[in-house]
């Protein structure tokens, strides 16, 4: 088994990531094998969605798993590499829909926990800043980061009521209040929460009267 089925393998079983030391090329092989198995986790995990599931995008599902088991381990690799890092750590280079938000998460949902690792080991580390701007674009995996609000685009988000909904759920579990204020999601989220609202978020009532107006 390649490294990077191995470290994909275990991040989805155990929810945490094996580190090699350095980063080693998979095959192609090896490639096609993680998205087949990624496949099959977002088999598993829509059944559970709400609405209608957006259909998996292999290619932004890989995409996700190679960023996060790159970046994992080149924050073990301090030395020699800042000028690796954009080549390593590409962008996606397909559209950013739905469906790709949805199949890159598999992987990218890891990512917030991976930048504060690399955060405790040198604040200064220039991939922070490369895997921000990243969640910047998939802030829905990087609901947990507590990235700036107002750089974030949810058109994508917006135009999808699958992934709306999951993403106002995974605002909740985090309890990011500047998100739950933005007018594109407190509907959803109020509505969410019913009667029950305080109970479950107790600073949830700074923006009661906003609710109220909409």
């Known amino acids: 088994m390649d490294a990077i089925q191995h470290t994909i393998h275990h991040l989805r079983q155990h929810e945490e990531v094996v580190l090699h030391g350095n980063v080693v090329e998979h095959s192609a092989e090896a490639a096609q094998e993680v998205k087949s198995f990624l496949e099959s986790e977002f088999q598993n995990e829509s059944l559970d969605y709400p609405h209608s599931t957006p259909p998996f995008d292999a290619e932004a599902a890989f995409w996700g798993a190679v960023t996060v088991y790159r970046a994992a381990q080149l924050i073990l690799d301090c030395n020699n590499r800042a ?106 989220i109020a509505a969410s929460f019913g009667a029950y609202t305080l109970e479950f978020w107790p600073d949830i009532d700074l923006v009661k009267d906003n609710y109220a107006k909409h």
């Open 83 to 188: 000028d690796d890092l954009p080549e390593l750590l590409k962008a996606f280079s397909g559209d950013v829909t739905a469906s790709a938000h949805v199949s890159a998460d598999l992987c990218l949902r890891f990512l917030p926990d991976i930048i504060s690792r690399a955060q405790s080991i040198d604040a200064d580390d220039p991939i922070i800043a490369l895997l921000e701007a990243q969640l910047t674009i998939w802030h829905y995996a990087g609901i947990a980061h507590k990235l700036a609000v107002d750089s974030l685009d949810f058109n994508v988000i917006s135009s999808d009521a699958c992934l709306l909904q999951m993403y106002c759920n995974r605002v909740i579990e985090h309890k990011r209040l500047p998100l739950a204020k933005l007018a594109t999601l407190k509907g959803n």
